[in-house]
């Protein structure tokens, strides 16, 4: 229970519009973590307020923001530069937690990377999803390893019972008659760099070729037009790779349920919440082979990991043969979700360290 005496007015920063309640905190795809944030901090008897920090030029718009009435009294940040930096000339107290772009990207450019250690010595608390994230933000940024706690998100799942996957898939673009032979590889993910949509793209047609059985299909928002523009253009072109259109998160989970295996490509990752998701949903994940998957993803344990566009294939036939393999990566990927991202333990985490913010 937090410490507060008072209900306190709270703000979240996001970098995506979620248009929910207003908060300073950013992070594409961290949209379940965000909203149920507000809902711990609300059930606590406070208001949170979720706010795009698309919408601020400058820190001095965050200033001017938090100073309105009724005033706010605490924030948090997700993403330790994109919203972050954003909230460096407050006076109030708040936190951050990491996005994962932060830690394994923007600490590359030396500029991002001191203005987020700025942030990091400034903020009450910071919050990894994994410890290697948190071992990453001790090397490249001033030791602060007292204030980063690591927390894992938290999952839940919820399927829509109204979801068509027929209708799904056509409207994505695949025409068949054999709706329920086809392996649907599902590629979630945002259409921005740092997913790499296009990873797999030509290796996989060439296998979609060769048994046309085998789908791929891309869904997700289109947050780089540009790499949107291109994603499409590609597609069109490529047999056995389709875009769906985004959808809402009970119909996505709805396709993910009905898909062969989820896939994620990223060249960079904090926690896919994908991936998480598809181990809850007893859906094997595919995932490529980078540390913030591998954190999660335990090869032949909790899924399959790949190297390169040829391995994807490689252990995607090995799913298709081996049906005690598939098994086993169901049932232990279902079995880690229970065990280590409750949504109760999430809860208790963030609402003790927002009694920090007072």
């Not at 929910?20 to 711990?40: D, G, N, T, W």
């Not at 009905?258 to 998701?277: P, Q, T, W």
């Amino acid at each position: 229970m937090l410490k507060w005496l008072h209900g306190k007015r709270f703000l979240a920063l996001t970098i995506m519009n979620l248009l929910e309640h207003s908060v300073f905190l950013p992070a594409f795809h961290k949209q379940m973590l965000i909203l149920c944030f507000r809902s711990y901090i609300e059930s606590a008897g406070h208001t949170c307020e979720l706010r795009d920090a698309g919408e601020f030029q400058s820190p001095a718009d965050v200033v001017n923001l938090v100073s309105e009435h009724p005033k706010f009294e605490a924030a948090l940040a997700i993403h330790l530069f994109k919203a972050g930096r954003l909230l460096m000339d407050i006076e109030i107290p708040f936190g951050v937690i990491f996005g994962g772009t932060d830690i394994n990207e923007d600490v590359k450019v030396e500029q991002k990377r001191v203005v987020m250690e700025q942030v990091l010595l400034k903020a009450r608390f910071a919050v990894a999803f994994t410890d290697k994230l948190k071992e990453e933000a001790e090397l490249f940024l001033v030791s602060q390893s007292s204030k980063i706690y690591v927390q894992p998100q938290g999952i839940q799942t919820d399927v829509t019972e109204k979801f068509c996957w027929t209708e799904f898939l056509r409207s994505s673009g695949v025409r068949t008659e054999h709706v329920d032979e086809l392996r649907v590889f599902l590629l979630v993910c945002g259409l921005r760099r740092v997913k790499d949509p296009l990873y797999l793209v030509e290796v996989f047609s060439k296998w979609h070729c060769e048994n046309l059985l085998n789908v791929l299909v891309i869904i997700g928002p289109k947050i780089d037009p540009v790499l949107t523009a291109e994603v499409e253009t590609v597609v069109k072109r490529t047999a056995g790779v389709f875009l769906a259109q985004e959808r809402c998160q009970q119909e996505l989970h709805a396709a993910m349920k009905r898909c062969f295996a989820v896939v994620n490509s990223s060249v960079s990752e904090g926690m896919s919440a994908a991936i998480l998701e598809a181990m809850d949903l007893g859906v094997p994940v595919l995932a490529r082979n980078i540390p913030g998957n591998a954190a999660v993803v335990q090869h032949e344990v909790t899924g399959l990991l790949y190297s390169s566009p040829q391995e994807f294939v490689r252990q995607s036939q090995r799913l298709l043969s081996d049906h005690e393999l598939r098994e086993r990566v169901v049932r232990n990927g279902k079995l880690y979700v229970e065990e280590h991202h409750g949504v109760k333990q999430e809860r208790e985490t963030y609402q003790r360290l927002v009694d920090t913010l007072h």
